[in-house]
């Protein structure tokens, strides 16, 4: 278990790792509550907003890299478009990461048609994908 502060918001969030199961889970406020279970199948869970839908993307950590004004992601793949589920359960990531790569999800709502940020670092920059993002 690590406490760090994921999502930016000044506040220590919780990382846990259950090897065995292949699990990660970050809590945070409602948004940021995401679950990571599977190994050959990775279905994610968050938090609801209310009305939202959601942009779920998955990416390599090695690609993100800090820009003048934002965060560049790298190559991201969009796994979840527009979904209204509040977990990945039908469209679950069946990709495992070879041995160097270590891959991060974030999820995004979409309230009103108005697409949310994927994150903000701790300078406060947001995090934009180079591609495969889903809007």
Known sequence: M????????AFADAGVS???LSSVSV???????????GGA???LRWGMVPGAAYD???GDIRSI???AGYVDLGSVIC??????????????????PAGSQIFFYLIR???GGVHGNYTVSTNDKIGSPSSGDCD
Do not use: C, E
């Not at 796994?79 to 990945?88: F, P, S, V």
């Open 41 to 43: 199948r990775s279905v």
């Open 27 to 37: 809590a945070g406020d409602p948004l940021q509550r995401v679950y990571v279970t």
């Open 109 to 111: 709502p979409v309230v």
């Open 65 to 67: 890299t800090q820009q």
């Open 56 to 58: 779920v993307i998955r």
């Open 18 to 20: 259950f090897g065995a």
């Open 79 to 96: 796994l979840a478009n527009d979904t209204t589920d509040t977990d990945t359960a039908t469209l679950p990531d069946d990709l495992d």
């Open 2 to 9: 690590t406490l760090a502060n994921f999502n930016g918001d």
